[in-house]
């Protein structure tokens, strides 16, 4: 692109920090990790004035790469949210993302405590019932290898724990259900706990989960695990 042409060419000593800073930008928002991300460190080092947006986008970039890098990108959350002038839209935003990250990295303790931070009223409020649903999920998983226990109640224990997981979901579907934007992911784990749960169930009582107007990716998703139970 033109920027890219640009850099080659090298940009006017004037014009060079905004010229790296639009080019890792318009890298980032293309989706390209990979590419963006030595961009992104360059413009970092000459942008003092846009840090908090440049940690924000490395942040997105390391989750995006194929093998995405946990660390790295929640060293670059961190930073982004030690803008104490954020507004709360942008924080909670990222506040999320944080839990997230630290979900996938296994600490589960520490995710807990990033999403419980946020206000009842948040709009990352759905966000944040995929999360502690997957944390009760690993829960269940951790009853079924208790082995003081005998099979039937370490499965009668896991079961009643896919139980609440189930209910936390369903309060993401019901507080997303203007944006609809985490159905999808709450519909696919809704189906995860029941196949985990070993049942099977039928399409008539898919639907029970997903509404028709609804179905998308996430019933698909939950359609298979069901049917085939991990």
């Known amino acids: ?6 850099r080659v060419r090298g940009f006017p000593k004037r014009r060079a920090d905004e010229g790296i800073y639009l080019l890792a930008k ?4 293309s989706a390209q990790s990979t590419e963006c991300l030595p961009v992104l460190k360059e413009a970092l080092s000459i942008n003092p004035h846009r840090t908090t947006e440049i940690h ?10 194929p093998t995405p890098e946990l660390e790295h990108a929640l060293k670059h959350n961190r930073a982004y949210l030690e803008d104490q002038t954020l507004p709360s839209r942008q924080r909670e935003a990222r506040l999320m993302q944080q839990s997230e990250i630290l979900l996938r990295l296994g600490q589960h303790v520490e995710a807990r405590e990033v999403f419980s931070s946020l206000p009842a009223e948040s709009r990352q409020r759905a966000a944040a019932y995929i999360v ?11 009853q079924l290898t208790d082995f003081d226990l005998s099979n039937t109640q370490r499965r009668e224990r896991a079961n ?12 993401a579907r019901i507080k997303d259900a ?10 696919y784990l809704i189906g995860v706990c029941y ?3 070993g049942l099977k169930y039928t399409d ?17 998703h939950a359609q298979r695990q069901v049917r085939d139970p991990l």
């Open 204 to 220: 008539a009582a898919l639907e029970k989960l997903a509404p028709p107007r609804r179905r998308g990716t996430g019933f698909r």
């Open 178 to 187: 203007q944006h609809q934007d985490n159905i999808p992911e709450s519909m």
């Open 1 to 6: 692109g033109y920027l890219q042409q640009a």
């Open 132 to 142: 502690e649903g997957q944390l009760m999920m690993f829960e269940a998983r951790a």
């Open 56 to 65: 924000g986008l490395m942040a997105d970039a390391y989750l995006g790469l």
């Open 160 to 171: 009643e724990k896919f139980e609440a997981a189930i209910e936390v979901l369903r309060k």
């Open 26 to 29: 318009s890298l980032a928002h």
């Open 195 to 197: 196949a985990e749960m």
